[in-house]
């Protein structure tokens, strides 16, 4: 059974150069006692 599900996650931010996509459109499932970084 998954703890944590994430679908179609985006994330972008802005600075003085313009928009930075960081995170483009991804999805995961974490099961209990396991860890995820996105770096």
Known sequence: MNLLSVNN???A???RDGKTQAVD???FNLKQGETLGIV
Request: glycine content about 0%.
């Open 25 to 27: 459109n991804i999805s």
């Open 13 to 15: 931010f802005y600075t």
């Open 9 to 11: 996650l985006s994330i």
